[in-house]
């Protein structure tokens, strides 16, 4: 299945750039390509593409703002955000994954990374590494305006997807959960989605989010 992908950013040589490495992947296609914001949330609902890789800071609408848009459209649930930023230094990612995005990378990786990256969003995964999730976690339940976690979420899980979210939350990855726990990683990947069905997460970030705020783990585990 051939990926579409939308990309956003207020510098035209950047765009183009990324547009040449996406194109000659071939299980991508680049379906359109927007300068701001704005842009990008209007392109978006017109080409309707798998991943949306988002800059963040960009004229009339910046990207944290696009992307809070495009996660709050029920017409575009199946669109990914995937934000591309300084990820040591810009605050504003944390407010990013809050508004929706379903992982970030910065601008200067490699570009097989940056490939891997829209693959692995596309499939419905997030980006982020064990070491990447216990620093965002730590930043993020600092942030102003705690997303609360949905009454009784956690709740309605089982002992055993309690123990999947757990693990999640402390940045494993299904192949991880599933050695830990001694399952297969398709039946790991079947939990981690059944979860995210549960608790209405629309993604992996979500989960690991929704598992700080309701206390589940705490930074200092």
Known sequence: MTIRVLLADDQTLVRS?????????????????????REAVALTRESRPDVVVMDIRMPELDGIAACRLIADDEDLATARV?????????????????????????????PEHLLDAIRTVA??????????????????????DPLPPPDGAVARLTDRE??????????LTNQEIAD?????????????????????ARDRVQLVILAYESGLVRPAD
């Open 162 to 171: 309690r123990e999947v979210l757990t693990l999640a939350a402390h940045g």
């Open 123 to 144: 499939a419905g995964d997030s980006l982020l590494s064990p070491r990447a999730t216990r620093a965002l976690i730590a930043r993020v339940l600092r942030v102003p």
């Open 180 to 200: 830990a726990l001694v399952l297969s990683p398709l039946t790991a990947k079947t939990h981690v989605h059944r979860i995210m069905g549960k608790v209405n």
């Open 17 to 37: 750039a990324f547009a040449l490495l996406v194109g000659s992947a071939p299980d991508m296609d680049v379906v359109a390509q927007a300068a701001d914001g």
């Open 82 to 110: 995937l934000v591309l930023t300084t990820f040591e230094t810009d605050e504003n990612v944390f407010r990013a994954i809050r508004a929706g995005a379903s992982g970030f990378l910065a601008k200067d990786t490699r």
